[in-house]
């Protein structure tokens, strides 16, 4: 990975520079983003919304190393990803992201804390499991299977699980769009804790827009390419968010 | 509609079809190509038995006058009779240093459908020109080049004969043709001439007389044949009935019976194993195929297709792989039935073992083979089968969490890595597929760990029998018993280092009612060339007085050490004296039974006598040469046996057989665990792909996803290969049991720790190498795409 040219300002976390990247579906190619630029500044809480098909799960897929663009670059912390090697981008995985996804791909044979300690032996520098649950409020239910879990415990368990390995972002696809109103404001406020405590960059991609209103930024997505990125001043408590 | 979607399930898992196809083809195989050997030589031994005129049974006597024939003749169920006189001798090539065993046999002057009949292969029948006319076995000539027109000379009565070669021939009696001492044919050094009745009658001094009669039964039933065999033996019991054989009991029959019994029993055994696994990994693979489909199922049937149709699908989908499987295998079985039967050719000596095509063997192997899949198949799709359309249509229920019960065994639990926690919780879980790989694994170390048993097996006997119990380099049969100056001979011939007296007594023994006749072999006390072992191999001394008695034909008279038994010579006075069993002792083929020399010579009337020697021989060729040309024009040696070639044509022969063993044993396993590996875990990691690709996503490489796959195939597979090593032992356990009782060749069960090294390794080896192929499938995963699975 290489620096970037030229960079005065303190680094942002993550810089994405006329990003796209096209799909082939067989014979036709499918432009899912388009000259995409933009900025994920560290400790922040950024919401990416947008319609189903605007391209936030790619964006996202992107910045998590899952994923290479065909077109642009991207920067993590000053490396260009976009010119990491696979076992690079693994590494990166590993250590610089935690994933919470819809639906919660916990690991079914694993208990709660089975499936943390999964990502702890990963780290080099992991946090304490008991704290980790503690921190999503899941210390009773740590020796349960996730299908004795209810749906919200299942994501507390994934979120739990992504920022045990102690990474600097953490990426969430619609983590709470698999969940009921209120378990899905209590994921959202284990989300909102670790980054004001925690001081975790968090990432989240949602469609629906009322959860932005407790990030600290908004970036609006439509047809593969952004709409405007708003500041939010004032971000709501997630217990005040109504949907 | 639905036959295009089953087009497109196969195409989509080829690739585990392919594996279990492969196991099938494997299964169906073994069957088709054991079952058409069966019927190769079954067929082959029947047709050459009636081309040849078989006996059902051989009497051999000292001398009897040929006036006294027609008695026997008339014994009732006895139906045709012909006397004939055999010799041991040996001849002499000019271009073989060696003087070189056979055995001599009369036939008529003129051509005729005699009983034991020959067929000639080279030349013709004798004719009319002269006396001394010779028909040579086919494979001796073969091995000697020896062609009708040539001439040799044979040492026939003390006189060395020459004879002229007419023609070369087999027969039905010696399909398995056997010299002294050996196990596997060895035409090099043992051959059969068959002489004009008229010269040997001349030549042995037997005018009017024969030494063997040779018979067939009328069609009775086998208790009548026992009865007419024990009349014809006691009538001719006055002119020294030696040995009564009936067929079952005569070498060559039993040698070649034996194997083809042992082809039916492997027919049966090998391929069962093959389709049984087959069965169970189709099982796991159509079970999964099923769950996968489920929403698809449910949609069938609410759209109105029957229970049935929709069963049907998933029949048709396993019965393409009994159908594929069948084919191959037919094909594949009919390819092998014939190297097969090439390779008997190479031991048993036919007119005509042809591999054909038995219809009905294919037509079976086909029915087992789709069979099979439908069970299969079957069983694996009911579970969703069952299932009502609107439950099929949701989504699968998430797998049962819960805890196993190793779990509870906090100490161990709690020192076990994530990787293996998951390992054993999937083991434990999928009841199913780990049942089929367990049972896969099991037979397949259970048939690698057998192999291994009965190398290890022959090896000990050849060692036991060849180099433990008989240690000479040269073993000498005079023709006639002599006395101790044989001895001072044998000693003064050049090259001889050492020897020892033998002398050989064919007796009856008896103990109450049971009796039985066998050779006693007398042996000078502390003897260094045959030295009978018990099981241990521990020496075994020779008694002041009493037989060492092994152990077989200890378990025949039911004696015990210290029992007494009458031993009634079947030469000489045929004075019945008692005697005891002093010892028993070990040996694996034939009966053996040895006493001290002297007190053997006693036992029959003389004060010290032998019918040969045994030599250690100066290992100079030139001082062998010396030797063996000395043996040539030495009168009255019957036989001349180099255990050195004995041993050298024995282990060629067995050593090549190895190979193709151990080759066949390896690639048969191979597909057993192959096969069974990859579909077990192709279709688990089918299962959790998105488990994987979450894991993959938290940053695990391919190769710690990998790591946990191997995990799961090594618990699974690990334990059923130490699961297979006892049912290995078992299977040779049982072979050995069944050949308890045969009074020719019997088998210790052996093993080394190599053998389950070996297997364990072989194992390994499997497992490492179908993981490959799982590894190579984790590191192609799309992440994305399997993140994007909906469950």
């Known amino acids: ?243 | 509609m639905l036959d295009r979607k089953l087009v497109r399930d196969l195409v989509g898992s080829r690739g585990l079809l392919l594996a279990i196809t492969s196991i099938m083809a494997v299964g169906v195989t073994c069957f088709v190509s054991f079952r058409s050997a069966y019927h190769n030589l079954d067929d082959a031994q029947a047709r050459y038995y009636r081309q040849c005129r078989m006996a059902d049974f051989w009497i051999d006597v000292k001398k009897v006058p040929l006036a006294e024939l027609p008695a026997v003749g008339r014994v009732p169920g006895v139906e045709e009779l012909r006397s004939r006189i055999v010799f041991s001798a040996t001849v002499d090539l000019e271009a073989v240093p060696q003087p070189l065993n056979c055995q001599v046999i009369s036939l008529p002057d003129r051509p005729g459908p005699v009983i034991n009949d020959i067929v000639l292969r080279q030349g013709g029948y004798f004719s009319e020109q002269r006396p001394d006319q010779v028909i040579v076995n086919d494979a001796f000539a073969r091995a000697h080049r020896i062609y009708p027109g040539q001439s040799l000379h044979l040492i026939l009565n003390n006189r060395r004969q020459p004879l002229q070669v007419v023609g070369t021939a087999i027969s039905s009696e010696f399909t398995y043709l056997l010299g002294p001492g050996a196990l596997v044919p060895d035409p090099e050094h043992f051959g059969v001439f068959y002489i004009k009745q008229s010269y040997a009658e001349d030549v042995f001094d037997f005018a009017g007389a024969a030494n063997q009669v040779v018979g067939r039964f009328s069609p009775v039933d086998a208790a009548s044949r026992e009865a007419a065999l024990q009349r014809a033996e006691s009538l001719l019991e006055p002119f020294g009935a030696l040995q009564a054989t009936p067929l079952s009991q005569q070498v060559s029959n039993q040698f070649l019976s034996n194997e083809i019994a042992g082809l039916g029993v492997t027919a049966t055994i090998i391929p069962a194993v093959f389709l049984l696994v087959a069965a169970a990994v189709l099982n796991v693979l159509v079970n999964r195929l099923a769950r996968q489909q489920r929403t698809v199922i449910g949609t069938l049937k609410a759209l109105g297709y029957g229970d049935a149709q929709v069963a049907l699908h998933f029949l048709k989908f396993g019965t393409s792989v009994g159908v594929l499987g069948g084919l191959l295998g037919s094909g594949l079985g009919y390819l092998a039935a014939t190297g097969m039967t090439a390779l008997y050719r190479q031991y048993f000596e036919f007119p005509d073992l042809r591999s054909e095509f038995h219809w009905y063997t294919h037509a079976v192997g086909m029915s087992v083979s789709l069979a099979c899949s439908v069970l299969g198949s079957l069983h694996g799709a009911r579970e969703v089968l069952r299932l009502s359309p609107a439950e099929a249509m949701r989504p699968e229920r998430p797998r049962q969490g819960g805890a196993i019960w190793l779990e509870r065994l906090r100490f161990v639990w709690s020192r076990l890595s994530s990787g293996w926690r998951i390992a054993l919780r999937t083991v434990f879980r999928s009841r199913l597929r780990t049942g089929a790989g367990l049972f896969a694994a099991a037979m397949g170390s259970g048939m690698l760990s057998a192999g291994f048993i009965m190398l290890e097996i022959q090896d000990f006997l050849l060692d036991f029998q060849f180099q433990r119990i008989v240690r000479s380099d040269l073993d000498l049969a005079f023709v006639d018993e002599r006395g101790r100056e044989a001895w001072d001979e044998v000693r003064s011939l050049p090259a001889v280092d050492y020897s020892e007296p033998l002398l050989q007594v064919g007796c009856t023994l008896v103990h109450g009612p049971y009796h039985r006749k066998a050779g006693v072999t007398g042996l000078v006390r502390g003897s260094r060339l045959t030295v009978p072992r018990d099981q241990r191999g521990t020496r075994i001394e020779m008694p002041g007085s009493g037989l060492v008695l092994s152990r077989r034909l200890a378990e025949i008279l039911h004696v015990q050490p210290g029992d007494r038994l009458t031993m009634i010579p079947t030469q000489g006075e045929r004075r019945p004296v008692e005697t005891r069993v002093a010892r028993i002792s070990d040996t694996y083929i034939g009966l053996a039974a040895y006493a001290e020399i002297e007190e053997l010579s006693r036992l029959v009337g003389e004060e010290f006598a032998m019918t040969g020697a045994q030599l250690l021989i100066d290992p100079l060729p030139s001082a062998r040469l010396a030797l063996f040309r000395r043996l040539k024009e030495t009168p009255g040696v019957q036989a001349v046996v180099s255990r050195e070639d004995l041993i050298q044509s024995m282990t060629e022969t067995l050593l090549q057989n190895q190979l193709v063993f151990i080759g066949m044993l390896v690639l048969f396993a191979g597909v057993i665990f192959f096969g069974s590996i990859v579909n077990s875990s192709l279709v688990s990691l089918a299962e959790r792909r998105r488990e994987v690709a979450t894991l993959r996503a938290l940053g695990y490489t391919p190769w710690q996803l990998g790591a946990l796959f191997l995990r799961e195939s090594l618990l699974v597979h690990a334990t059923g290969t130490l699961l297979g090593l006892p049912c290995g032992y078992g299977l040779v356990w049982a072979a050995a049991e069944a050949y308890r009782t045969n009074d020719l060749i019997r088998m210790p069960v052996i093993t080394a720790p190599w053998v389950w090294w070996g297997t364990l390794l072989m194992a390994l080896a499997f497992i490492l190498l179908s993981h490959l192929v799982v590894q190579l499938r984790i590191h192609r995963l799309n992440v994305l795409e399997a993140l994007n699975v909906k469950e």
């Open chain 1, 1 to 243: 990975m290489t620096s970037p040219a030229s960079d005065s300002l303190p680094q942002p976390l993550m810089r994405l520079e006329d990003v796209g990247r096209t799909y082939l579906m067989g014979e036709v190619s499918v432009n899912v983003l388009r000259n995409v630029s933009f900025e994920i500044r560290r400790g922040e809480f950024l919401a990416i919304v947008g319609p189903s098909g605007s391209g936030k799960t790619t964006i996202l897929n992107l910045i998590g190393g899952l994923d290479n663009p065909t077109q642009g670059r991207i920067w993590y912390a000053g490396q260009e990803l976009t010119r990491a090697t696979p076992s690079q981008l693994t590494k990166y995985r590993r250590h610089e992201v935690g994933f919470v996804f819809q639906f919660f791909n916990l690991v079914p044979n694993l208990t709660a804390r089975e499936n943390v300690a999964v990502s702890c032996e990963l780290s080099r520098r992991p946090q304490d499991i008991e704290r980790v649950f503690e921190q999503v409020g899941l210390t009773e239910r740590e020796n349960h299977f996730p299908s004795q879990l209810s749906g919200g415990e299942q994501q507390r368990v994934a979120i739990a699980r992504a920022v045990a390995k102690n990474p600097a972002l953490l990426l969430c696809d619609e983590p709470t769009g698999s969940l009921d109103f209120e378990t899905g404001k209590r994921v959202l406020r284990v989300l909102v804790d670790l980054n004001r405590q925690w001081h975790k960059t968090v990432v989240v991609i949602t469609h629906n827009t009322a959860l932005a209103q407790v990030a600290d930024r908004v970036l609006h997505l439509r047809s593969g390419a952004i709409t405007s990125i708003d500041e939010n001043a004032a971000p709501l408590p997630p217990e005040e968010v109504e949907w």
